[in-house]
């Protein structure tokens, strides 16, 4: 199994900037896809930004970077709006002792953009 622990939630003012770091665990070798959802208030859960590999990409206000030395993978988001309010969960893709692909969660962390 993989293990993922998201932190680096809270509130932010608008126009703020924020990142969450997601830390994985166990058997990370088997890593495929790493990736980043919100949760809104009354909201479905929307993918945000997603890495295939190590390396950073930007996604207009938001950047995601994974580190596969650190086993990391971050989400920048930059001049944060109050609709950017949300529980956003760490997510990775990863094939299990048996060959079959699978995929993680973390617990969440909260997000509150707000003056």
């Known amino acids: 199994q993989v293990q993922l622990v998201e932190s680096g939630g809270g509130l932010v003012q608008p126009g703020g900037s924020l990142t969450l770091s997601c830390a994985a665990s166990?058997?990370?070798?088997?890593?495929?896809?790493m990736g980043w959802y919100r949760q809104g208030p009354g909201k479905e859960r929307e993918l945000v930004a997603i890495?295939?590999q190590g390396g950073t990409t930007n996604y207009g206000r938001f950047t995601i970077s994974r580190d596969d030395v650190k086993n990391t993978v971050d989400l920048q988001i930059n001049n944060l709006e109050p609709g950017d309010t949300a529980v956003y969960y760490c997510?990775?893709?990863?094939?299990?002792?048996?060959?079959?692909?699978?995929?993680?969660w973390g617990q969440g962390t909260q997000v509150t953009v707000s003056s």
């Open positions: 997510h990775a893709i990863y094939f299990n002792e048996m060959g079959t692909q699978t995929h993680s």
């Open positions: 166990g058997i990370i070798s088997r890593i495929n896809t």
């Open positions: 890495a295939i």
